[in-house]
């Protein structure tokens, strides 16, 4: 049967290069997305082209419904699921909290912390012992900002961030005995389109020791390691992925 891996927000960025690296692994890439069905379909046939599988699935994770949806319509293919990565998430423009809205505050954790609860809760009713699944691994995606804080800028998205840290942590522990290995990678700024909307990729070069920003394939590579068995000791880590940062 198929390995099923759900990679949401796999469309575009890191969620993009991530999904085409499990692909390549042998991997059946399950494909969320909230919005831009264009780009998920584009990243589906890009990997169907490579003589690869994958489907690209709609769902809102910060909506209970939509990730119970999401959830069905995987149990409906023809395979198990074996891994989840915990890869969306949303980051507003630059403000000190003082200028934040309720409804920013209010989005940023509902799909950042939220959303990864909830995908990470059906995806243990399907890979845990006790359901008679047969184990499997769910990745977090964090950031570096979990560290420094992201003061006067993103001060919300850091802290959503640094609640999937502690998260990673607790539900590693808790699936410990139940073969399941939950992990978190942490990026530093990372080539991508949000980073590319507000400016910053320039401006943040001189404060990384590496002096240059990362790929997303460099986040890639990292979770095919921990979805492939080279990862069967390791559990409750988060890697840091920033150029030394």
């Known amino acids: 049967m198929n390995k099923i891996v759900l990679?949401?927000?796999g469309s575009r960025g890191i969620g993009k290069a991530t999904s085409l690296e499990i692909a390549k692994q042998g991997y059946f890439v399950c494909i969320n997305y909230k919005g831009d069905k264009k780009s998920a379909?584009?990243?589906?046939?890009?990997?169907k082209a490579n003589g690869e599988e994958a489907l690209a699935i709609k769902a809102d994770i910060s909506i209970e419904k939509d990730v119970l949806n999401l959830f069905k319509q995987i149990d409906s293919m023809n395979g198990i699921l074996y891994g989840l990565v915990n890869n969306a998430g949303i980051l507003n423009?630059?403000?000190?909290?003082?200028?934040m809205t309720y409804n920013r505050i209010k989005d940023t954790f509902h799909t950042n912390i939220i959303g990864s609860f909830l995908c990470a809760r059906e995806a243990i009713k399907r890979m845990s012992l006790k359901c008679n699944g047969k184990g499997g691994k769910i990745i977090n995606i964090s950031s570096g900002a979990s560290k420094f804080g992201s003061p006067n800028e993103y001060i919300d998205y850091a802290s959503s961030k640094g609640a999937i840290d502690t998260f990673t942590i607790g539900l590693a522990k808790e699936l410990a005995e139940d073969n399941i290995q939950v992990n978190a990678i942490r990026p530093g700024f990372i080539d991508t389109d949000i980073h590319q909307t507000y400016n910053r990729l320039e401006s943040v070069k001189a404060l990384i020791p590496m002096k240059r920003i990362g790929k997303p394939i460099e986040i890639?590579?990292?979770?095919v390691w921990l979805l492939s068995d080279k990862s069967s000791y390791t559990t409750g880590a988060i890697i840091d992925i920033a150029g030394g940062k």
């Open 7 to 9: 990679i949401t927000g």
């Open 41 to 47: 379909e584009n990243t589906v046939k890009e990997i």
């Open 93 to 99: 423009k630059q403000s000190p909290l003082v200028n």
């Open 220 to 223: 890639a590579n990292a979770v």
